[in-house]
């Protein structure tokens, strides 16, 4: 994995590192979205964050991959994820064109399996270390290879 990831061109950023939708509030009121338990924060590669958190749909306690959002959703999700990102750079949205959504959706799906594994290693690790029941480990490890063949030969678009 680290061999085929370190050389794809995913930005090094302060990551959140557990996106999961219990960990993202919306206040109506101020229309503005805060996020919480920064326990596992740290710098990581912004695809990995992204992709991480669509693993997290599939649930904590119980994995359901049926929950995991597809091409049409992730396009639309991340299209709009980089033209905040744009909006917040001083760049006009309107700069994001297809073939960055493309490229981000790519990276992001790469990224995927390296959060399959790692969350997977988490978990077995926990499994050994605390009274905490993860057994989910295993599904993780399912996902990342029933996923892996397909995910590693995307090409990786251009800039």
Request: glycine share 4%; net charge negative; charged share 25%.
């Amino acid at each position: 994995m680290h061999a085929h990831l370190e050389h794809i061109g995913s930005p090094v950023v302060f990551c959140h590192s557990d996106l999961l939708m219990n960990n993202i509030v919306y206040n109506k009121e101020t229309d503005r979205l805060a996020f919480i338990d920064y326990v596992f924060a740290m710098y990581n590669h912004e695809h990995y964050e992204l992709g991480n958190h669509f693993n997290e749909y599939a649930g904590v306690e119980v994995l359901d991959y049926s929950q995991f959002p597809d091409k049409a959703y992730q396009l639309d999700w991340l299209r709009y994820y980089l033209e905040q990102k744009a909006k917040s750079q001083g760049r006009s949205q309107d700069a994001v064109a297809d073939s960055d959504v493309e490229r981000c959706y790519v990276l992001t799906n790469k990224f995927t399996l390296a959060s399959d594994l790692f969350c997977g290693l988490w978990a077995l690790a926990q499994t050994k270390l605390s009274l905490i029941d993860f057994g989910y480990a295993q599904k993780r490890f399912e996902h990342y290879l029933s996923r892996k063949e397909e995910l590693l030969a995307l090409p990786v678009p251009d800039n």
